[in-house]
């Protein structure tokens, strides 16, 4: 079996000079390879992702994330899940759980892990859904997220918390005006 590697790591400070430092965040990467992407704001992208970690406790942990096309996620797809097409999002935890993480007062969790959004997905889903590309990647976001911790989709049950809990952050992270 081929050797499977993840993606490269590398931090920045998760606050910049525009914004204001409200979360205690050791350091949100966010990186664009998508042409679409650029009509995101990393800065925002980096707001959500803060505001969804302090939601579940975890607003020191480190988090890198990959704003991509289709052709590079069906590549990551293809090596790290077997599955030859695009999707919208893929998680790759630093650490794996046997049930979703409940973080308590004090816990901390160095590295998360990466996330990967398709913006190509993204803008299609968000026109089928009658929304955003902003709000579709913010849903996608706290989808991967938690699957970062340990939460997943793959019996009815366990589709309902997930959902539950997307919905959750999703409104723990509001999107700038």
Excluded: W
Excluded at 79 to 85: F, L, N
């Amino acid at each position: 079996m081929p050797r499977r590697s993840r993606p490269p790591k590398s931090t920045v400070t998760a606050r910049s000079l525009e914004e204001p430092d409200t979360h205690q965040v050791s350091s949100i990467l966010v990186r664009r390879q998508a042409p679409g992407s650029a009509r995101l704001s990393k800065a925002e992208v980096r707001s959500l992702a803060a505001c969804m970690l302090d939601a579940l406790g975890l607003g020191e942990s480190e988090l890198s994330i990959l704003l991509t096309n289709d052709r590079l996620i069906r590549e990551i797809n293809r090596d790290h899940r077997g599955k030859d097409k695009p999707t919208d999002v893929l998680s790759f935890p630093q650490s794996e759980f046997s049930a979703p993480l409940r973080p308590r007062r004090g816990f901390r969790l160095d590295v998360l892990g990466d996330v990967v959004i398709s913006i190509d997905t993204a803008e299609r889903a968000a026109l089928s859904r009658r929304r955003s590309l902003r709000e579709e990647v913010r849903f996608l976001l706290a989808h991967g997220i938690l699957h970062l911790v340990g939460y997943d989709h793959a019996t009815p049950a366990e589709k309902e918390v997930m959902t539950k809990r997307t919905k959750e952050l999703v409104r723990k992270a509001p999107l700038a005006p």
